[in-house]
């Protein structure tokens, strides 16, 4: 027997895939996609330089950052930022809001929102495999902020260390033609996370 709660669910992604497709059908997600989308997950849509990137994010693997990225995609915080951190076979980073000026590019990668997620949701269960999203930081993850990156193969040694908290759903191949300087023009929530 379904929920009344799945129904409502499936009916606010249906309504947001019909409303997206009318703005621009390259945004909207794909029924497999939506087939994904969880009452406690949702997408992201990263368009950059390069082409577009579908991320899925998990609320229950992190709920208070899940919940910071989702309200700082909301203000608009991810749009005309810059890759900053690219490293072949290991990894893509991005959201220091300094990127967006060329002229403290030597204090790129130390930036973000200002408010830390305050706990560290750090779990061995969800690993760095290809596509891995997860939420960077310095020295502490409870100082996890704005900064995300992906993993472009295994990494097995961040597991017990950084916060896994999605995974590269389709645009992988975007994913490894980005390069630093790489701008994202928009990053948007398709179906949200209750």
């Known amino acids: ?7 409502a669910v499936g009916l606010l992604l249906l309504t947001l895939a019909v409303s997206c497709s009318r703005r621009s059908p ?4 794909t029924p497999s996609d939506l087939a994904r989308v969880g009452p406690d997950s949702f997408l992201v849509e990263l368009e950059t330089s390069r082409g577009n990137v ?3 994010a998990h609320r229950a ?7 910071r990225i989702h309200f700082l995609i909301s203000q608009r915080y991810y749009d005309g930022a810059r890759f900053f951190r ?11 809001p300094q990127t967006r000026d060329m002229t403290k590019r030597d204090r790129w990668g130390t930036g973000g929102s200002g ?3 305050g706990v560290s949701e750090v779990s061995p269960k969800r690993t760095h495999q290809i596509g891995a999203v997860a939420a960077a930081y310095a020295g502490d993850p409870r100082m996890a902020d704005s900064q995300i990156y992906v993993v472009l193969s295994p990494q097995p040694q961040l597991n017990k ?6 995974q590269v759903i ?12 790489d701008v994202i023009k928009r990053a948007t929530v398709k179906g949200a996370a209750k």
């Open 61 to 67: 693997w992190s709920p208070l950052g899940v919940d």
């Open 161 to 166: 260390g950084y916060t896994v908290f999605g």
């Open 86 to 96: 690219v490293v072949p076979g290991f990894v893509v980073q991005w959201g220091d």
């Open 26 to 29: 390259l945004l909207a997600p």
């Open 115 to 117: 408010k830390a997620i």
């Open 1 to 7: 027997m379904v929920s009344w709660k799945r129904c």
């Open 170 to 181: 389709s645009g992988m191949a975007v994913v490894n033609q980005l390069r630093i300087n």
């Open 54 to 56: 579908r991320l899925m």
